[in-house]
């Protein structure tokens, strides 16, 4: 079945520096979505890619998914505290004629003021 | 105001006995799901429905049971708990987009968590 790897498990930064997490999925996706949640809260929407090597931005926080739909990326410029959190990529899988989503393992980001 | 509930918030109970975790959303949205996660192990998904009587299973799906008898409503039903479900449990739901050719979630909003002990 679908597989979506995500890299690193854990990240520890200075503020100010940046950061980046990565997917790969085993298959080619149809789309792929980006998740943030803050400790003891929930999963929130941050964004979607559908487009083979589309790349969108919001203020500080690059989203890229890649030309074979099959990895992704965020980055975030000049980290803050309030980035704080687990960031997860969620593949989704039309192949099927329905969507399955794949959640990755989740990027823990600390923060050091 | 839009959102996804769960219910109960917080459970713990004992080895066997049956409990239902009662998910709901205001959206009129026709995909339904729920996860759960696990420390290292991220967010799987247990089972899913595209729209009423309409589901399938997902990554992790044996000892639970889910049904979608409406369009609002998405119990999850754990019928002889074990210890190895402990777990965070998350309902999410979102409107069907048409994507690559084949339908597939837009964006999907969680409910709170439901944190389950089994004893």
């Known amino acids: 079945g679908q597989q979506v790897m995500q890299i690193p498990q854990y990240q520890h930064v200075q503020e100010g520096e940046d950061f980046t997490t990565y997917c790969n999925s085993s298959t080619t996706l149809s789309n792929i979505q980006w998740y943030k949640q803050r400790p003891g809260g929930h999963p929130v929407f941050l964004i979607q890619?559908?487009?083979?090597?589309e790349v969108k931005k919001q203020k500080r926080l690059t989203f890229q998914f890649g030309e074979a739909k099959k990895n992704s990326s965020l980055h975030i410029t000049a980290t803050q505290t309030t980035d704080v959190g687990t960031y997860f990529c969620?593949?989704?899988?039309?192949?099927?004629?329905?969507?399955?989503?794949?959640f990755g393992i989740g990027t823990k980001l600390q923060v050091i003021p | 105001e839009a959102q996804v509930t769960q219910n109960p918030r917080y459970l713990i109970t004992v080895t066997g006995k049956k409990l239902t975790v009662t998910c709901s959303q205001n959206?009129?949205?026709?995909?339904m799901s729920w996860y759960r996660q696990d420390p290292g192990l991220g967010l799987r998904q247990i089972y899913y429905s595209m729209n009423v009587e309409v589901t399938d299973k997902g990554d992790v799906p044996e000892g639970y049971k889910v049904s979608r008898k409406e369009k609002r409503n998405f119990p999850l039903i754990l019928e002889s708990p074990s210890p190895n479900q402990t777990s965070l449990y998350f309902c999410?739901?979102?409107?069907?987009?048409?994507?690559?050719?084949?339908?597939?979630?837009?964006?999907?909003?969680f409910g709170p968590g439901t944190r389950l002990t089994v004893l």
């Open positions: 969620a593949g989704g899988d039309g192949s099927g004629g329905y969507q399955k989503v794949t």
């Open positions: 890619l559908v487009k083979s090597g």
């Open positions: 999410a739901s979102s409107y069907l987009a048409r994507t690559s050719g084949a339908w597939g979630t837009d964006t999907q909003y």
């Open positions: 959206m009129n949205h026709e995909y």
